[in-house]
């Protein structure tokens, strides 16, 4: 352990010194980086300059001996790596050039520098510093710096590449210096850290062997040591230790057996656990553990999540969240419930409720608690199991619609065998009714003053006798003969009727909005039967606004994929849609259920209609295989006939 310290310990100081030197080293190869840039390109400036000033007779006279003679020198130099001159078109008078920079002309410098520089790289690495200057004839008027002016001529050009080996060199010397130096710090810094760290830890490992002899028991030291330095309050520490060994090996050997029989109980309880938890976890309802207030969760079965949609852990941190999930009108009675009860003292459970899940949909869920009882016999939490319903619910729903569709069935049989009789018999009586009028008409004069209550009686008696008709579609069905027609055929000889336009003049602040699908399918059905009900239901829509509204008008294709809502078997398929939408008022709820009832009707007797239409409707509907339904919110009522769709031509 003492080794490792002090190995440590001379890693850190190490490492220090080390990434001091690397730092060091870098900032001053930086710094000398950019001075001997700039010192290079000082020197192949001033030289550049230099010869291009005494290459200026050589180049006017094109002397070739002249140039090479004035250029020897600078080109022996080692850092030359290329020695050109041009004359004024580029074309190269003197090549000294070791291959290292491609010798042709680079073109002529930018106008107003008259000098230009450039840097060379090979393999994105800076090889040479290309300098040119202009050679330039004023006349026979010597100048000290050349410069390109509107005065002066520009008669050729001098090249000159300086290697950047010497700079390599440079840095690389540079660099070394200052990391050797590290290297003796580093050397020196480490023999140092040696020799105090052993000086630091020499009491360190005396303490160590001396824990380890009062860890076996010993309470005399490896050695006399005394004052009153750490070693002595050991000692005395160590003394009293050793008469606590002994009671410590007494407590052990006791511990020993009550220890086996802790496990022994330990290890029933952990069987006990796991069989509740794979009762718990594999059972479809959820089983729940909640303290008496409802505040705390301590446990919630899988099955929650799979019941009601949420993470059991969004219920461990929010215990009452469950009740956030309920429909907001079952919401209030469950917590008057959890008020008025006392959960504590014997099974209860609450009124079924339904819970919206996380996907939208609505289930209805039940529970069921019972308290759980202490060693003292108090009640001291609460267990419950809840579980879905929604299918029971459901069940029971349906046998209670179909209680009702039986019912009403029975009534409408009911009624439709006394209708049938009454009707034959008030046939017979308005066949006189409805002919004698026109036998009077006959045989008296136009201008008779009894004319119009004849013309009257007549009118009243075939309205009568339509009202017996319905009574008849109502009781017997609309049995006629069906052929395949197109519903938007039907509509369109419906607005266009007398009957309509007598609906327009009774309703004038009612706007009539056809909206009609011009590739609808055909349909089978008697067509004047259907226009009856399209009028019925055109007419109950335009009784049912108060004031001005629209009534809508429309036809669809629909495929049907799933059974229709208000039950009973329909076969999947393609059916065609009528639907008639006003802007009147909500319907309640139960009326909505006892529309389609003969002589039901909310509207003032004698006002308007007899009570039938609806009726007409859904009978007519019904024995052409059809389904009707009906909608009612705040935007209005809507009315909806599916009728079997069919590909044959009408």
């Given at each position: 352990?003492?080794?490792?310290?002090?190995?440590?310990?001379?890693?850190?100081?190490?490492?220090?010194?080390?990434?001091?030197?690397?730092?060091?080293?870098?900032?001053?190869?930086?710094?000398?980086?950019?001075?001997?840039?700039?010192?290079?390109?000082?020197?192949?400036?001033?030289?550049?300059?230099?010869?291009?000033?005494?290459?200026?007779?050589?180049?006017?006279?094109?002397?070739?001996?002249?140039?090479?003679?004035?250029?020897?020198?600078?080109?022996?130099?080692?850092?030359?790596?290329?020695?050109?001159?041009?004359?004024?078109?580029?074309?190269?008078?003197?090549?000294?050039?070791?291959?290292?920079?491609?010798?042709?002309?680079?073109?002529?410098?930018?106008?107003?520098?008259?000098?230009?520089?450039?840097?060379?790289?090979?393999?994105?690495?800076?090889?040479?510093?290309?300098?040119?200057?202009?050679?330039?004839?004023?006349?026979?008027?010597?100048?000290?710096?050349?410069?390109?002016?509107?005065?002066?001529?520009?008669?050729?050009?001098?090249?000159?590449?300086?290697?950047?080996?010497?700079?390599?060199?440079?840095?690389?010397?540079?660099?070394?210096?200052?990391?050797?130096?590290?290297?003796?710090?580093?050397?020196?810094?480490?023999?140092?850290?040696?020799?105090?760290?052993?000086?630091?830890?020499?009491?360190?490992?005396?303490?160590?062997?001396?824990?380890?002899?009062?860890?076996?028991?010993?309470?005399?030291?490896?050695?006399?040591?005394?004052?009153?330095?750490?070693?002595?309050?050991?000692?005395?520490?160590?003394?009293?230790?050793?008469?606590?060994?002994?009671?410590?090996?007494?407590?052990?050997?006791?511990?020993?057996?009550?220890?086996?029989?802790?496990?022994?109980?330990?290890?029933?309880?952990?069987?006990?656990?796991?069989?509740?938890?794979?009762?718990?976890?594999?059972?479809?309802?959820?089983f729940w553990i909640r303290s008496l207030d409802w505040k705390v969760v301590h446990y919630v079965s899988p099955a929650y999540e799979t019941q009601w949609g949420y993470s059991c852990e969004s219920l461990y941190e929010?215990?009452?969240?469950?009740?956030?999930?309920?429909?907001?009108?079952d919401r209030q009675v469950v917590e008057a419930f959890m008020k008025e009860r006392d959960h504590g003292d014997r099974a209860d459970g609450f009124p079924a409720f339904r819970v919206r899940w996380a996907d939208g949909s609505v289930r209805w869920i039940e529970v069921r608690w019972f308290p759980m009882i202490d060693e003292k016999g108090a009640t001291c939490r609460i267990a419950g199991i809840s579980r879905d319903?929604?299918?029971?619910?459901?069940?029971?729903?349906?046998?209670?619609?179909?209680?009702?569709?039986?019912?009403?069935?029975?009534?409408?049989?009911?009624?439709?065998?006394?209708?049938?009789?009454?009707?034959?018999?008030?046939?017979?009586?308005?066949?006189?009714?409805?002919?004698?009028?026109?036998?009077?008409?006959?045989?008296?004069?136009?201008?008779?003053?009894?004319?119009?209550?004849?013309?009257?009686?007549?009118?009243?008696?075939?309205?009568?006798?339509?009202?017996?008709?319905?009574?008849?579609?109502?009781?017997?069905?609309?049995?006629?003969?069906?052929?395949?027609?197109?519903?938007?055929?039907?509509?369109?000889?419906?607005?266009?009727?007398?009957?309509?336009?007598?609906?327009?003049?009774?309703?004038?602040?009612?706007?009539?909005?056809?909206?009609?699908?011009?590739?609808?399918?055909?349909?089978?059905?008697?067509?004047?039967?259907?226009?009856?009900?399209?009028?019925?239901?055109?007419?109950?829509?335009?009784?049912?606004?108060?004031?001005?509204?629209?009534?809508?008008?429309?036809?669809?294709?629909?495929?049907?994929?799933?059974?229709?809502?208000?039950?009973?078997?329909?076969?999947?398929?393609?059916?065609?849609?009528?639907?008639?939408?006003?802007?009147?008022?909500?319907?309640?709820?139960?009326?909505?259920?006892?529309?389609?009832?003969?002589?039901?009707?909310?509207?003032?007797?004698?006002?308007?209609?007899?009570?039938?239409?609806?009726?007409?409707?859904?009978?007519?509907?019904?024995?052409?295989?059809?389904?009707?339904?009906?909608?009612?919110?705040?935007?209005?009522?809507?009315?909806?006939?599916?009728?079997?769709?069919?590909?044959?031509?009408?």
């Amino acid at each position: 352990m003492m080794r490792s310290f002090r190995c440590k310990l001379m890693l850190f100081f190490l490492s220090l010194v080390a990434l001091f030197s690397l730092v060091a080293a870098f900032c001053n190869h930086l710094e000398n980086r950019a001075v001997i840039r700039d010192v290079i390109r000082g020197k192949g400036r001033v030289m550049v300059e230099t010869l291009s000033q005494a290459c200026r007779a050589g180049v006017l006279n094109s002397d070739v001996v002249f140039l090479n003679r004035t250029v020897r020198h600078a080109a022996s130099l080692d850092d030359v790596v290329l020695l050109a001159v041009y004359d004024a078109s580029g074309r190269v008078i003197l090549d000294s050039s070791q291959g290292e920079v491609d010798a042709s002309f680079p073109g002529v410098p930018g106008a107003g520098t008259g000098f230009r520089e450039m840097a060379v790289t090979r393999n994105d690495r800076l090889v040479a510093f290309d300098f040119l200057a202009p050679v330039v004839h004023a006349g026979g008027t010597e100048t000290v710096r050349p410069s390109v002016s509107s005065e002066t001529q520009v008669i050729g050009y001098v090249r000159m590449a300086l290697s950047t080996r010497a700079m390599d060199r440079a840095l690389y010397q540079s660099l070394t210096g200052p990391l050797a130096m590290g290297l003796v710090f580093l050397l020196l810094g480490s023999l140092a850290v040696a020799v105090f760290s052993r000086y630091l830890t020499r009491p360190i490992v005396r303490l160590s062997a001396l824990a380890g002899r009062v860890g076996k028991g010993e309470g005399v030291l490896p050695e006399a040591v005394g004052g009153r330095d750490e070693m002595g309050i050991l000692n005395a520490m160590a003394e009293r230790l050793r008469d606590f060994e002994a009671e410590k090996r007494a407590f052990y050997a006791e511990k020993k057996d009550l220890t086996g029989r802790v496990e022994d109980r330990n290890r029933k309880f952990r069987e006990s656990e796991q069989r509740f938890h794979q009762l718990a976890e594999n059972i479809t309802e959820v089983f729940w553990i909640r303290s008496l207030d409802w505040k705390v969760v301590h446990y919630v079965s899988p099955a929650y999540e799979t019941q009601w949609g949420y993470s059991c852990e969004s219920l461990y941190e929010a215990p009452l969240s469950w009740l956030e999930h309920i429909v907001s009108e079952d919401r209030q009675v469950v917590e008057a419930f959890m008020k008025e009860r006392d959960h504590g003292d014997r099974a209860d459970g609450f009124p079924a409720f339904r819970v919206r899940w996380a996907d939208g949909s609505v289930r209805w869920i039940e529970v069921r608690w019972f308290p759980m009882i202490d060693e003292k016999g108090a009640t001291c939490r609460i267990a419950g199991i809840s579980r879905d319903i929604t299918r029971k619910k459901e069940a029971e729903e349906l046998a209670r619609e179909n209680r009702e569709r039986s019912s009403r069935m029975k009534r409408m049989e009911s009624l439709g065998v006394m209708v049938s009789g009454i009707a034959h018999d008030l046939n017979n009586i308005l066949s006189a009714i409805v002919g004698y009028p026109d036998l009077i008409l006959m045989d008296m004069p136009e201008d008779s003053p009894m004319a119009r209550p004849v013309k009257m009686i007549k009118q009243s008696g075939e309205r009568a006798a339509e009202i017996v008709s319905d009574l008849l579609t109502v009781a017997r069905g609309a049995a006629v003969e069906k052929g395949a027609h197109n519903l938007n055929l039907s509509v369109r000889e419906c607005l266009a009727s007398a009957e309509f336009r007598k609906l327009e003049h009774l309703y004038p602040e009612v706007r009539y909005v056809p909206d009609l699908d011009e590739n609808l399918l055909n349909a089978r059905y008697s067509a004047s039967h259907l226009r009856k009900s399209i009028m019925n239901l055109v007419t109950n829509a335009s009784e049912a606004i108060d004031g001005a509204g629209t009534v809508t008008i429309s036809t669809r294709n629909v495929y049907m994929d799933r059974p229709f809502k208000e039950g009973g078997d329909v076969a999947r398929g393609e059916y065609v849609v009528l639907r008639v939408r006003d802007t009147g008022p909500v319907i309640p709820a139960d009326d909505l259920q006892r529309l389609f009832e003969p002589f039901y009707s909310r509207k003032v007797l004698g006002r308007s209609g007899s009570g039938l239409g609806l009726s007409v409707v859904w009978n007519t509907v019904r024995d052409h295989d059809g389904h009707m339904d009906v909608t009612s919110d705040n935007g209005g009522t809507l009315f909806e006939i599916y009728l079997p769709g069919t590909r044959s031509p009408g």
